[in-house]
């Protein structure tokens, strides 16, 4: 079974703490096939059945077989330290709450990502969440109440952008929805910076990790968009 975890340049690879109990107990070690009633999401941002999605592919760990990982998992960037280290509970029998063991982030290692330049970041980038927290984001100033309820960021290799941020204001009169569009050109610095100025004269300054950008928004929140 192969586990591991993606986090922008980073690969971390799972730990399983006591998966093998039950076997270790008879002296052979037992291949426990796992199904997602039987993980308890301790820490994770995504699901966890994204750790255990390849199974089924050749090979064995035990034996120094395992086939390479075709798929990640990346917990996020912000609010890292509430995520970090990310623990899942294994149940052997859900419905009795029987404990096996968990899985944790113990180690970081350089991973693959694509090329840090104008061509290897292109693409569209949905946003996800809002200073840590899911969409809808909503925040109050001065009386007002804004909702951030979708966005986009599309970096060309030409080095443009579009972004899109749909917002609802409440307020005294009521609400009103709007999708303001932004448009100008970015730069990039490494190992991971990228810099955005609009067409208007606004910087916005953010990274980019692997599929994964993010940016420092009004309000001081981090916007994190994922391609």
């Known amino acids: 079974m192969v586990w591991r975890a993606l986090h922008g340049r980073w ?12 076997g270790a107990r008879r002296g052979v070690a037992e291949r426990i096939r796992l199904e997602a009633e039987m993980l308890i999401n301790l820490s994770g941002q ?5 750790l255990i999605d390849e199974q089924d592919l050749g090979g064995d760990p035990r034996e120094g077989s395992a086939a390479s990982p075709e798929t990640s998992y990346s917990n996020g960037w912000v609010n890292q330290k509430l995520y970090y280290p990310l623990s899942v509970a294994i149940v052997r029998r859900p419905g009795r709450l029987v404990y096996v063991g968990a899985v944790a982030i113990t180690a970081l290692l350089p991973a693959c990502r694509s090329p840090f330049t104008p061509g290897g970041v292109a693409g569209t980038y949905t946003l996800i ?5 899911p969409l809808p984001f909503t925040a109050t100033n001065g009386g007002v109440t804004i909702t951030v309820a979708a ?35 970015f730069a990039l610095a490494e190992p991971s910076t990228i810099r955005l100025q609009s067409e208007g004269g ?6 980019v990790d692997g599929n994964r950008l993010t940016l420092s928004g009004e309000g001081g929140f981090a916007y994190l968009y994922e391609r």
């Open 129 to 133: 969440t809002v200073d840590g927290s």
């Open 151 to 185: 966005g986009s960021v599309r970096l060309m290799a030409a080095q443009t952008y579009t972004m899109t941020t749909t917002l609802t204001l409440s307020g005294e009169t009521g609400p009103t929805t709007f999708t303001p569009a932004e448009t100008g050109t």
């Open 11 to 22: 690969l971390m690879w799972v730990v399983v703490v006591g998966l093998l109990l039950l």
């Open 202 to 207: 606004l910087t916005t300054i953010g990274s």
């Open 46 to 50: 995504r699901p966890a059945t994204e």
